[in-house]
């Protein structure tokens, strides 16, 4: 598959932009289990151009980790023109608009997804980023902004008139939210439709390896890209790769190998971020990598109250000797 000059494998699995998640510490880990692209956390447009220090660090891109778009929102067209052109000089290989985040004060904002609500605009801001930047561009939206106005089909060929290189579509609406299940037969619809020729991603509800090849088959995209459930388990692309491939399913590892790969994700974390940031930034994944876990209740609690490295290092250290037989099965929705 190609995304303007970027080559990527057939049937390629992308990680979903995720703010507070897809930081370098955590691209590393999923690029290590076979991510083929990777976007970085939510970029605010306004914040950018202000040179708000927090946000500029989002720019950051490793070498190991490549290929990484950076994902822009804002409302203001001039503002996103603009920070798409700083933006493209952190160099990554693309730049992304998101159009798709359901968050109340962005959406209602009329930033992310709140742009279904104005397409003209939408395709307007679409075209003079693509006009102001030599990297590919790329879209990431939603099939509408509620179930009366599911116009996903339409918008994606105003989208793909711009110049966009690749549509990712997430088979919810705003109003959804992540609630219920995707709808993938408008994804499907898009992808089928003979005035389309630029990549469809599809997104949304890819749980497991069978899910996601019965989607891949049934409603013929270029490539899958996966959100939630990598989150306390990255190896979820090495199981659907392999499926993809093999047609079977992997063994899940068990927990001694979840221990390793959070203890090398917190390591990553501290390095980024500092000890006391990192271990806070990495307690959702610590909560869920080991969920279902059987009597867990009070490992869990001194696990997320732990202030140090060595504090959680010893807590993963009795989870792997008091759990070393047992698989979690961690599953969310995307």
Known sequence: MKIGNLELRENPLLLAPMEDVTDPSFRLLCKKYG?????TEFVS???????IEST??????????????????????????????????????????????????????GAGSGMLKDIPKMV??????????????????????????????????????????????????????????????????????????????????????????????RYGVDALMIGRPSIGRPWIFKEVRHYLDTGELLELPKIPEHVEMIREHLNNSIDWLGERRGILHMRRHLAITFKGLRDFRDLKIKMLRANTADEVNQCLDEIKETYADCVSIVETMD
């Not at 989002?58 to 994902?71: A, T």
């Not at 902004?145 to 919810?172: F, P």
């Open 56 to 109: 500029q660090r989002k720019l950051k891109i490793f070498d190991e980790e490549r290929p990484v778009g950076i994902q822009l929102y804002g409302k203001d067209i001039d503002a996103m023109v603009e920070a798409a052109k700083i933006a493209e000089e952190a160099n990554p290989e693309l730049i992304d608009i998101n159009f798709g985040c359901p968050v109340k004060k962005i959406a209602t904002k």
């Open 35 to 39: 991510a083929d692209l990777m976007y």
């Open 124 to 217: 307007e801001m679409t075209r003079k980023i693509v006009e102001a930047v030599k990297l590919p561009v790329t879209v990431k939206t939603r099939l509408g902004w509620d179930e009366s106005s599911k116009i996903i089909v339409e918008v994606a060929e105003k989208l793909q008139d711009t110049g966009i290189k690749a549509l990712t579509i997430h088979g919810r609406t705003r109003a959804q939210m992540y609630n219920g299940d995707a709808d993938w037969t408008l994804i499907g619809e898009v992808k089928n439709n003979p005035r389309m020729h630029i990549p469809i991603i599809g997104n949304g509800d890819l749980t497991n390896p069978k899910k996601a090849k019965l989607y891949l088959d």
């Open 45 to 51: 447009a306004d914040a950018l151009i202000r040179s």
